[in-house]
């Protein structure tokens, strides 16, 4: 992870920026961008249908705690926390239904895109 510092429109700002893959990840003012070429845009797009029975790494990352692990979730509960890019998430129910398998545990090291969490 490399530092940068950006002026935009006079106004510096200051942050991190890492290259994962093809894509590049930025991380300025507590907010992350993901920037990818056209090309890996293109082959990701069939992957990034979203399927509100899976929870799914969105960067790499670490997990930092299993908020829930078994049991009823409701859509927009808390079930995974992971650090990225010097940055918490929290990972969220994307549907009501009963968590199903736990794929991954507290200090994990997960990449983008691996599945985390199973709920039925």
Same mark, same amino acid.
């Given at each position: 992870?490399?530092? +940068? @510092?950006?002026?935009?429109?006079?106004?510096?700002?200051? *942050?991190?920026?890492?290259?994962?893959?093809?894509?590049?990840?930025?991380?300025?003012? *507590? !907010?992350?961008? /993901?920037? @990818?070429?056209?090309?890996?845009?293109?082959?990701?797009? /069939?992957?990034?249908?979203?399927? $509100?029975?899976?929870? +799914?790494? $969105?960067? $790499?990352?670490?997990?930092?705690?299993?908020?829930?692990?078994?049991?009823?979730?409701?859509? *927009?509960?808390?079930?995974? #926390? #992971?650090?990225?890019?010097? #940055?918490?998430?929290? +990972?969220?129910?994307?549907?009501? *239904?009963?968590?199903? !398998?736990?794929?991954?545990? @507290?200090?994990?090291?997960?990449?983008?895109?691996? +599945?985390?969490?199973?709920?039925?």
């Amino acid at each position: 992870m490399k530092k +940068l @510092e950006l002026n935009i429109n006079g106004k510096k700002l200051k *942050g991190y920026a890492e290259k994962v893959g093809k894509d590049f990840w930025v991380s300025v003012n *507590g !907010k992350t961008f /993901k920037y @990818e070429d056209s090309a890996s845009k293109k082959r990701n797009a /069939k992957a990034n249908v979203s399927n $509100p029975n899976q929870i +799914l790494a $969105p960067m $790499p990352g670490k997990i930092t705690a299993i908020k829930k692990s078994s049991g009823d979730v409701i859509i *927009g509960d808390v079930v995974i #926390m #992971m650090e990225a890019m010097k #940055m918490e998430y929290s +990972l969220k129910a994307n549907k009501d *239904g009963k968590i199903k !398998k736990i794929l991954a545990k @507290e200090g994990d090291q997960v990449t983008q895109g691996q +599945l985390l969490v199973e709920i039925e």
